[in-house]
């Protein structure tokens, strides 16, 4: 797709999809609490912004009566807007899946018609939120990557809210020093791991090759010291649309799952055995279950927060 425009001028277009699409929900997974800079949800809609192959980006997203108005900024505009489709749930299919039989379930995919498997494209960022949320609560990971975005990130191209930035280039994250990842409470294992991944950044995109073939995609990622079956599955599920891929090794969802369908917890082995029918659409069903408003019943120890940064 071609576009003529001067060089600081924001594309528009209006995405109209033939399935509907709730931007809430299928924008979800990419919200890293209230402050994160890279994606702010408002009254008039959805802001997020991006590092593309060709720069950086803003893009705005807004519910329309014909569709989803979507305005991107800046030098990765025309990459941001060929991608909103993909990222809108263009290609995910839910159709072979059938539910009937859980009613938790079957409710939710029918009270939730417009939850969609969003695709990014974005290999290496999606990797590195999903380093820093590795055996750390989300309130940890949240903070770090505030912090180290808006320290390294570059201000967001457009009229974007005050304080969004774009996600500092792999060369940048290079640069990081031990000092700085000390300050965002990132440990030395999870920093060193950040470190590997942004040296073959370059190659991690071209994972996206494979489409949304999760297990292909995995044992790419897996291969990188510090990537294990949870980080590599967190990441598919976002850059690459992957709907077969639980978060294996998560410190609460198999016990969500469990509770969900039969009533109790379970521990990974049972969560897999559980979503075994599913084969195909697991992730599907773990965004059902989400969606439905489930909660499992609060009892026992939290986990606690762990502060790197005295030693």
């Not at 009254?43 to 305005?71: D, K, N």
């Not at 489709?85 to 939710?108: H, K, N, Q, R, Y």
């Not at 990441?235 to 891929?245: E, K, L, M, N, P």
């Not at 198999?254 to 659409?281: N, R």
């Amino acid at each position: 797709m071609a576009f003529d425009r001067a060089a600081d001028a924001p594309l528009t277009t209006t995405y109209a999809p033939i399935q509907p699409v709730d931007l809430s929900q299928t924008l979800r997974p990419l919200i890293r609490g209230r402050f994160d800079p890279t994606l702010r949800v408002e009254p008039t809609g959805h802001w997020r912004t991006l590092r593309t192959p060709q720069g950086a980006a803003t893009m705005h997203l807004q519910r329309q009566q014909h569709g989803i108005r979507v305005i991107a900024w800046g030098p990765g505009a025309e990459w941001a807007i060929d991608g909103v489709p993909e990222l809108l749930g263009s290609g995910d299919d839910w159709s072979e899946l059938d539910v009937a039989g859980i009613p938790l379930l079957a409710d939710s995919l029918r009270r939730n018609p417009g939850l969609r498997l969003l695709r990014t494209r974005q290999v290496f960022e999606m990797l590195l939120a999903a380093i820093l949320e590795q055996k750390v609560t989300g309130k940890e990971a949240r903070h770090a990557w505030r912090v180290l975005i808006t320290k390294y990130g570059e201000p967001a191209p457009g009229p974007a809210p005050e304080g969004m930035m774009v996600f500092p280039a792999a060369e940048t994250w290079r640069r990081v020093p031990s000092w700085d990842w000390h300050r965002a409470a990132v440990g030395p294992e999870r920093s060193a791991t950040i470190m590997r991944a942004a040296v073959v950044a370059a190659s991690l995109e071209r994972t996206l090759d494979h489409g949304r073939d999760g297990a292909a995609v995995a044992t790419k990622l897996r291969s990188i010291p510090g990537i294990g079956v949870w980080t590599a599955a967190e990441t598919t599920q976002r850059a690459h649309g992957d709907a077969d891929s639980p978060s294996v090794g998560d410190y609460h969802l198999p016990a969500v799952v469990g509770w969900a369908l039969i009533g109790k917890p379970v521990d990974d082995d049972g969560m897999l055995e559980l979503l075994a029918p599913w084969a195909g659409h697991r992730q599907r069903v773990m965004r059902l279950i989400e969606a439905s408003g489930f909660e499992k019943p609060r009892f026992g120890p939290r986990m606690t927060v762990q502060d790197h940064r005295g030693h």
